[in-house]
């Protein structure tokens, strides 16, 4: 499968809550079938996970479920999504990965079954292949957990998988520090692209295999990092900004093997997912700042069919455990979404305008995640064919837009930023446009010590 | 004023220039404590300026350490020959179970900026490495970094172990990361906390003199 | 000055952001005249209060304060008010809520300098009278150091003063819990309104010597502690909804000796009274789950002027520390707000009503919030002369209106509560319309334990 | 059954017929100890159970423990007499600096309800007023509320107060509050905690069988 034209050509068709490619799960739930519902993700507050210390771990996690259910119902939610990101230690060791996916699994059923909420149960292993180093991609004994992690908790009851997979991180950690465009684009349309191909023909086999939905990936490990970066003025917003449109089309990847959403909430490419292959996604902002901050808080509110609030700790706030407070925010952020499009499509196109209008000018970041920003680029990028001709196809679009919206108001870039937007698009200028050519240039600079090419394929 | 020269290459980043600058000025009798300091760091202080008035970003600032660690390659056997300290040693690394590295690395960069020598364990660091560390390198101090809320819990372990090891008073410990705060800081008995990297040279150089 | 006709009329002029009196701080930041502000509020995390602790009490405001403002910079915020609400010992000794204010004070004067921030810093001093049992509401030492405070706060440097006072809270709590409509209105309706005169003549007073802002108060010692037992299940809903519209004759009474607003953030009767007085209100829902669960996080964004947090201690989570989180939330949900306004007055009723409309079935306590009900309702409120009079009137009309809601299906009340409703306007039935009368036939009833009558000039 | 309508009375929280009815089972020789747990707590058990399902509120709650208190009023005596024993004594109160008392209250009246004796202390109490609680009442359990972070620690040290004044071993501690965790609970080496009034009392009991 290789997406060649946009399965949402029309920006009215562009909404909140709608797809084209609709997911429904073995309880009925409809995602992306007009409504949005909240997706709630949590994980431990501060504690050591061993054998000994894993009673206490389910317990916390049989408390943060409870309360988020015993939430969710008592605000007559219309649906739930519970996101359960393996932390390392309980990926490292399946059986406790699989073992908590049976907890909130049970409680998800009995207030299905006491209350009628319908609910889904998002499972997200972690990429634990970077233990070794540098990182083994495929083969050794992460590689095996990994796998086996997926196995062990689509049995204990997940109904969706999912994974942030960091093939091609190892070196472009130092690309967004060295603010190194090429050695991005090499990370991204090179390395991490292939290395999604590899993977997501594997969870797509597994997912097959145990009845469950393959959703997606996030390439967040390279964006948000780099978001997270520039808000700290460690790096140009502009750069941050490139990135994000540099990793659609190794996000892209997952579903060219086999992927057919959600998307994950922190993917923030994901309206560009949702846009060409019409399948639906989550997304996270204003309520995720309890996970991180950020400059996209309302127009990620755009275009999702999940809302999330990425993750929260299990610690006590003033109204009650963080779990709880996070999906009642998540709640009232969907209610506003749904009662819009319960309007009509005018409406819910009203409300996505403002959310976008209420960003998109104060942040390039922002501004690559306007809507119609999405479809212009999105299209430049389809007309591609392989992932590093639509990464090196990014660079370009992207800066293109971003100069043109300075250029005409639309953003106000300071003078440094203007700085770094001029350096990166000399820079994406340089890129040849043969594959082949680009890594034999640019493998010379590769730090070999971080990265085993051969993992890869090269 | 030479001296002056090479301070404005290591702000320009510009690393011929340094190394060319710095063997001139040895050969000039420039000490070389003065080149170091006066020169070199002094230029890394006025990055680290910039970069904090938001005139510089790290890439920026990234180059500029190279061109410094490009005249730094040229200075030190004559520093080891006069017998200059350095700011002091720092071990750092990211503690087990824990992958997390760009903070860490954020801090030794400006670590190294301000003059400290930095030997960097890297990721998912077992406290008998770090006491391995502290063995072989003799710091001044070592820097643990955290990401996740299941990790930090091994800072507390990791000073444990170094109590345990009886090397826990050769070193002033130092731990920053997400989840970190003061508070916690001072509940596991570490001597330095830093919010960001910027602060966390300030608090190294502070243990240093306390 | 008693009101007796609506400073709002109409429907289509009751509107988030804009009042007819709106308020101008003395550098210029206007609230009520067109942008709705966030509010943020923030509480120390587990610590003791004492001589010794101070230092570290002060680093704690001065770490909250800095990362509030940061942030509001960062995000571009169009204005921003903090609200400092003191904890108890914090007023007891007035000198160090007066060191906390200027703490404040310097951080948001320097922020302004540096950045053109425009902000406001609300003082709201706490109400330590309870502290004498029974409370001694006009005398003793309590009430002097209270007041000491609001004048010592107004000195070192707020913009704004503000009360949560709970003048006859002390016989209320219990009213609540026994479902207790007449000893309700004789607390709020004759005690609480009594001692509202007293108060805010001298806050006003203090105010005006001190050069700054009479604010407003809250009956959320009352209607807030009732909608988090109701939230419990502790008891109905439906008569934590009449409680909260029992509050509104009481809450008026600041307004009539003084105040000019903003009112409180946690008076969720605000919108009455901007109905009524036509002075911008402070309110919070959602983002408010930080501090307080509530089943009307959407509607409460309705018609606010300046928008908020409620509260959050200072812990950590994983994007930043709560207060700056919460700061980052309010922002968002305020630019909603004001690109919808900046469209036009349809464009913001549009919006008003989508949150309205995504609560108001739900929840009768969200149902009496609705902008048409709060005119209607107050319209009733103000044909009454007096404190007494229009609380029993605010009985009736509350449960009237929610008779016939449920009635119409707008509501789908449980047997329950249905049973409830009966019960409570049989019991509204039996009040007097003679104030006097009223008082002869409770004051049986009342615990003279609990309350010195005499402080109320009973 | 007498024993019967007087459970059903108290269900209904008619406080008269339950006086009339347990007089009247005095009268016809049923042991005091069946009238008070067969009739009256296993009443207010069941209206315990309503209130779990919603079908009771917390006004009918305590329509009922009226009830219950006035037959209790009349069964005192005889129960003094045969030497029954209550559930258990909890001396209740909130903390010093801390004014909230509705939860505090809520879960008096629950463990009440379970047939516990309750000695109320009220608010804003002093370590000292609950030591001098515990020497004159002699409860088997005291009970800790705050609401508020800043009088949170305020339970640590009352719990150290009875250590230095010698009464800690001789009581169960039990704390809860809306900033109160489990954990907190666990480092001040409380007994028991509590989320809710209704799992106040299951706690009680527990710490009673432990
Ligand atoms: C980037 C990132 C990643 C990258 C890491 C890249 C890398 N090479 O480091 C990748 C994608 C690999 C990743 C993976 C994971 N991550 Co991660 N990650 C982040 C993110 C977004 C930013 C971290 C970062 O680099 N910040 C920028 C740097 C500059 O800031 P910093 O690290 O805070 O460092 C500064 C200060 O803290 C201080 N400092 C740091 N160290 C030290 C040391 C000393 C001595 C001193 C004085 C100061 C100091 O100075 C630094 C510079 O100013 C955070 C979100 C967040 N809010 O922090 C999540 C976050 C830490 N990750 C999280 C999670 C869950 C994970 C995964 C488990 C995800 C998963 N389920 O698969 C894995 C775990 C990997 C592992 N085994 O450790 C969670 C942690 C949740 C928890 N329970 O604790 C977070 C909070 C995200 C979230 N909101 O949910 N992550
Ligand atoms: C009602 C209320 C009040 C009322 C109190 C009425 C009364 N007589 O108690 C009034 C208006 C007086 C009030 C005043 C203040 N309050 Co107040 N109040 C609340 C509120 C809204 C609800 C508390 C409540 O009654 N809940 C209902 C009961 C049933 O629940 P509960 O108390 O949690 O109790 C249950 C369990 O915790 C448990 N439990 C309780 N105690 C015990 C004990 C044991 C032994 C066990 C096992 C279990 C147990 O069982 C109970 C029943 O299920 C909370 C908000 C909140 N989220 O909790 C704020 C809150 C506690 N108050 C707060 C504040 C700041 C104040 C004031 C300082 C306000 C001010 N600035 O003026 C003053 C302080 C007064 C003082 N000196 O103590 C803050 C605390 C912030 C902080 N830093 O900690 C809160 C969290 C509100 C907020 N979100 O900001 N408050
Ligand atoms: S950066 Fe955020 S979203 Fe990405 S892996 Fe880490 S936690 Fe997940
Ligand atoms: S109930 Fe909430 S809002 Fe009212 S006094 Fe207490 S804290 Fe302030
Ligand atoms: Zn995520
Ligand atoms: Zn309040
Ligand atoms: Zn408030």
Redesign the interface.
């Given at each position: 499968m290789n997406y060649s034209s946009l399965a949402i050509p029309r920006l009215s068709d562009f909404l909140f809550g709608v797809c084209p490619r609709p997911l429904t799960l073995k309880n009925g739930l409809v995602i992306g079938g007009g409504q949005v519902y909240p997706e709630i993700n949590f994980?431990?507050?501060?504690?050591?996970?061993t054998a000994e210390s894993m009673p206490q771990v389910y317990e916390q996690y049989t408390q943060m479920i409870t309360g988020v259910c015993d939430?969710a119902v008592?605000?007559?939610a219309p649906g739930l999504v519970v996101e359960f990101e393996l932390?390392?230690?309980l990926t490292l060791v399946p059986e406790w990965g699989a073992e908590v996916t049976k907890i909130l699994r049970s409680t998800l059923d009995e207030t299905e079954a006491k209350h009628g909420l319908k609910t889904g149960l998002r499972v997200t292993p972690n990429d634990i292949r970077?233990?070794a180093?540098p990182p083994l991609m495929r083969q050794g004994r992460y590689v095996e957990d990994m796998f086996r992690s997926f196995e062990l908790c689509a049995e204990a009851g997940a109904d969706m998988l999912a994974i942030e997979s960091t093939g091609g991180k190892e070196i472009h950690?130092e690309a967004i520090?060295?603010?190194d465009l090429p050695m991005s684009v090499f990370a991204l349309g090179v390395l991490g692209s292939r290395d999604m191909a590899y993977l997501w023909e594997r969870i797509t086999e597994i997912s097959r295999r145990c009845g469950v939905v393959p959703s997606g990936d996030s390439a967040c490990g390279f964006a948000n990092?780099a978001m997270v970066?520039a808000?700290?003025?460690?790096?140009?917003r502009v750069w941050a900004a490139v990135i994000r449109v540099l990793t659609v089309a190794r996000s892209l990847v997952a579903f060219e093997h086999g992927a057919v959403g959600p998307n994950k909430d922190c993917a923030y490419e994901g309206p560009y997912i949702k846009a060409i292959t019409g399948y639906p996604i989550a997304l996270e902002?204003?309520?995720?700042?309890?996970?991180?901050?950020s400059?996209i808080?309302?127009i990620a509110k755009a275009v999702p069919d999940l809302w999330s609030n990425e993750?929260?700790?299990n610690?006590?706030?003033?109204?009650?455990m963080?779990p709880?407070?996070s999906v009642?925010?998540l709640?009232?952020?969907t209610?506003?979404m749904?009662?819009?499009s319960a309007?009509g499509a005018k409406?819910a196109g009203?409300?996505r305008d403002?959310?976008v209008?209420?960003?998109s000018h104060?942040d390039p970041q922002a501004y690559v995640l306007r809507p119609d920003v999405v479809l212009k680029i999105s299209e430049e990028i389809i007309a591609e064919p392989t992932p590093y001709k639509r990464t090196r196809r990014s660079a370009f679009a992207a800066l293109e837009v971003l100069r043109q919206a300075n250029a005409a108001g639309e953003l106000n870039l300071?003078k440094?930023e203007n700085r770094?937007l001029e350096r990166l698009s000399r820079a994406a200028e340089g890129l040849p446009e043969d594959e082949d050519e680009f890594i034999a240039g640019i493998l010379p600079q590769v730090n070999r010590k971080k990265i085993a090419l051969s993992e890869y394929g090269l | 004023m030479i001296i002056d020269d090479i301070k404005q290459a290591v702000i320009e980043g510009d690393a011929t220039e340094v190394k060319k600058l710095v063997a001139l000025a040895l050969e000039q009798q420039v000490p070389a404590e003065e080149i170091l300091k006066n020169g070199m760091i002094s230029g890394m202080g006025e990055v680290g300026r910039l970069f904090e008035e938001g005139e510089y970003f790290v890439p920026e600032m990234l180059i500029a350490a190279r061109a410094m660690q490009g005249g730094l390659g040229i200075l030190r056997p004559v520093l080891v020959e006069q017998d200059v300290k350095s700011a002091g040693k720092v071990v750092l690394g990211t503690v087990k179970g824990d992958l997390h590295d760009i903070g860490k690395n954020l801090v030794g960069m400006m670590l190294e900026g301000a003059g400290f020598q930095i030997v960097d364990l890297g990721t998912d660091v077992s406290p008998e490495k770090f006491i391995e560390a502290i063995r072989e390198h003799q710091p001044d101090i070592v820097g643990m970094s955290a990401l996740l809320t299941t990790t930090m819990p091994n800072m507390d372990k990791t000073i444990k172990a170094f109590n345990e090891a009886g090397v826990r008073q050769s070193v002033k410990v130092m731990v920053g990361g997400a989840p970190v705060t003061k508070k916690y800081a001072g509940e596991i008995g570490a001597d330095g906390f830093a919010p960001d990297a910027n602060q966390a040279t300030a608090e190294a150089k502070k243990l240093l003199v306390g």
């Open positions: 994980t431990l507050d501060s504690m050591i996970i939430r008592e605000l007559h932390l390392p230690d970077e233990f180093r950690d520090l060295n603010g990092t970066l808000e700290q003025h460690f790096i140009p902002g204003a309520e995720a700042s309890v996970a991180h901050l400059p808080g309302n993750s929260v700790q610690v006590k706030l003033l109204g009650a963080a709880t407070v009642e925010q709640i009232y952020a209610r506003l749904n009662v819009a309007r409406e009203m409300l403002w959310w209008e209420s960003d104060l300071s440094m770094w | -």
